[in-house]
């Protein structure tokens, strides 16, 4: 086999679309959010407004996603969402109106929806084309391992630039990096009836089927999206130097990386919503370590057990309608969940962000996102697989 040819190199370079949607346009906020809310004199709400906006985005681009892959095919909405992301991301370094940065952060999670839905459904029709079954979950997981390597390029660069003062330079340089991987994904090889239209087994898709697993994202969205945004601030609140910061953000970055062959026998054995349900319990541990114990190796524990588990949750989404729905239902299915957790991701930063400005402690919004943790967990262990 031609090394272009290989599944899991062709689900990789599809995953730098996950990258740039998720770990530069949404998770690299966090970074440079400190000196943005420093320097514009910001609240906590305020800040956590256009984590929002960008989750609120992510949602209008679930719902259009749909729609967008039956007019124009998947490969082109993914190449149009990927592309538009990363501009976005480099075009909010010319601006610091509040609602112009809202609208680039909104922009940014709309085409950002397109860019990961798309990428998914491909990732996963792609892992379809592999006779080992063993191999699906490791190599599916690769997808949802690639945001980790935006975080780790953002942990490196953001810290050199911030260290000169100007937030608005990282935000250029986030960009260039978004434009980079996008370019990267397009070389991906995808030869496998992207436009969703082959029939395959699994039964006809109906939304009632997937209420407990929906419910069940929009909490997950509700509260690993508190610990993403405001983390890194906790750590520098705690003191934490640049270095501590950067390495900080790296381990999460790297647990992300390592995540599929940490759960890929999960993903490929376990039925019904347990293979969403596992990986949530484990973030309410990383999620909970620094609200219990607020050392530096505590914080350290925290960023890898919750960056080893965080992106397992969507790839079990994946993997569960792969498993139960026929191919042509994929995008209607995903777009469902998809949809459940941007409602989540939209309370989330804001709730936290309130909660923390009227108690004055930025501790307390992270106890509501590890507390919807704990329902979203709860939720998944009901959901049965289609019958």
């Not at 370079?13 to 949607?21: E, Q, R, S």
């Not at 990732?123 to 690639?146: H, I, P, Q």
């Not at 309130?354 to 959901?383: C, E, H, K, P, T």
Request: aromatic share 12%; with cysteine.
């Amino acid at each position: 086999m031609k090394l272009r040819d290989s599944p899991a190199l062709n689900v990789f370079l599809l995953g730098m679309a996950a990258a740039v949607a998720l770990g530069i346009a949404r998770f690299a906020y966090a970074l440079v959010l400190p000196d943005m809310q420093r320097e514009l004199g910001w609240s906590y709400a305020q800040a956590g407004w256009l984590g929002t906006s960008n989750a609120a985005g992510y949602l209008a681009g679930a719902l259009l996603t749909a729609a967008a892959v039956a007019r124009f095919g998947v490969r082109v909405t993914l190449y149009v969402g990927c592309w538009t992301t990363a501009v976005a991301v480099f075009v909010t370094a010319f601006t610091s109106n509040y609602l112009i940065l809202n609208i680039l952060r909104f922009v940014a999670g709309m085409t950002g929806a397109f860019a990961f839905v798309c990428g998914g459904m491909l990732a996963a029709a792609v892992v379809s084309t592999l006779n080992d079954t063993r191999e699906r979950g490791k190599v599916l997981g690769l997808f949802y391992a690639t945001p980790g390597i935006g975080m780790g390029l953002s942990a490196i660069v953001v810290p050199l630039t911030i260290a000169e003062g100007n937030w608005r330079l990282a935000w250029l340089v986030l960009g260039a990096i978004a434009g980079f991987l996008a370019l990267l994904m397009t070389v991906a090889r995808i030869d496998v009836g992207e436009n969703s239209g082959t029939k395959s087994a699994g039964k006809p898709y109906k939304g009632a089927r997937i209420v407990p697993l929906s419910l069940a994202y929009a909490c997950f969205g509700a509260g690993y999206i508190g610990y993403m945004t405001f983390m890194f601030a906790h750590v520098r609140n705690l003191g934490g130097s640049s270095g501590q910061l950067t390495l900080f953000w790296c381990v999460i970055g790297l647990g992300i990386c390592i995540s599929p062959w940490l759960w890929a026998r999960v993903l490929d054995k376990q039925q019904h919503g347990y293979a969403f349900s596992f990986p949530c319990v484990i973030l309410m541990v990383g999620a909970g370590l620094p609200l219990f114990n607020d050392s530096w190796s505590a914080t350290l524990l925290s960023a890898l057990v919750f960056g080893g588990a965080v992106l397992t949750v969507p790839a079990s989404t994946t993997a569960f309608v792969r498993r139960n729905f026929r191919q042509d239902d994929w995008a209607r299915a995903m777009g469902t969940l998809t949809v459940a957790f941007s409602l989540g991701q939209i309370a989330g930063p804001v709730l936290a962000g309130y909660i923390s400005d009227i108690s004055g402690r930025l501790n307390d919004g992270l106890w509501w996102g590890w507390g919807f943790l704990v329902v979203g967990a709860l939720l998944a262990a009901v959901q049965r697989d289609v019958d």
